[in-house]
């Protein structure tokens, strides 16, 4: 079965760094999404992507995070100066459509740790 | 705005009981509703979804019914095993409002032999 593959699994940063997550989405797939879980808090949306422009981001979404199809198979998301507060795990997902109950594939994560 | 509350865990139970996870949530529009699944060491991985009012998802002897009236989709499963062990995510979309998923806070499911 096709599967959401993201790279690496553990990043370490040092604060102030910047910091690129990979994701390779199902590769028949149009829409791209990243989430991110702090260590016991919920699931939260960031940004979702789709012809090569966003198409919703969150309040958490701010300057320092941008996102990016820089071929026809990779999905980036950049963190440009990390702060602690970064740390976190990080999702990417994709779905083929998105239409009523369509659902996203999630890859396995990369946790982030800010230094 | 849209938001899930589920159960907090961690529910421990034996292997062959029966598995409730509450689940509610608010909406402003008319959501579609998922329960995924992460096992350790793992990435979220779809388990069940409906899209209208009575709809039942199934799946790996897993069910939820989608209840408007009480906005509900709780999780249930009839006997669990060992590897039924997992964090259970409920988790609404709206697709009408960009298709992004809210999710409730997980519910860790321990199962002992």
């Known amino acids: 079965e096709p599967e959401v593959t993201q790279t690496p699994s553990h990043q370490v940063t040092q604060m102030g760094q910047e910091v690129i997550l990979r994701c390779v989405p199902i590769s028949n797939h149009l829409y791209f999404y990243w989430y991110r879980q702090i260590l016991g808090q919920k699931v939260e949306f960031l940004v979702s992507?789709?012809?090569?422009?966003?198409?919703?981001k969150s309040e958490i979404f701010d300057d320092q995070f941008s996102v990016e199809r820089p071929d026809g198979s990779n999905f980036t998301l950049k963190i440009r100066s990390t702060k602690l507060e970064d740390s976190a795990m990080y999702f990417c997902?994709?779905?083929?459509?998105?239409?009523?109950?369509?659902?996203?594939?999630f890859g396995d994560g990369t946790r982030l740790s800010i230094l | 705005g849209d938001s899930v509350t589920q159960m907090e865990g961690p529910v421990t139970l034996s292997e062959e009981a029966f598995l409730t996870i509450n689940c509610t949530y608010t909406a402003t529009g008319y959501p579609s509703l998922f329960w995924y699944v992460q096992y350790p060491g793992e990435g979220l991985q779809l388990l069940l979804k409906a899209t209208k009012a009575d709809d039942k998802g199934s799946n790996k002897g897993f069910e939820a019914t989608y209840r408007k009236e009480t906005t509900s989709f709780h999780l249930e499963k009839g006997s669990v095993q060992v590897s039924d062990s997992a964090v259970y995510f409920c988790?609404?979309?709206?697709?009408?409002?960009?298709?992004?998923?809210?999710f409730g806070g997980g519910t860790r499911v321990l199962v002992k032999p």
């Open positions: 997902a994709s779905s083929e459509e998105q239409g009523l109950g369509q659902p996203q594939h």
């Open positions: 992507f789709y012809n090569n422009e966003i198409s919703e």
């Open positions: 988790a609404l979309s709206d697709w009408a409002a960009g298709n992004k998923l809210t």
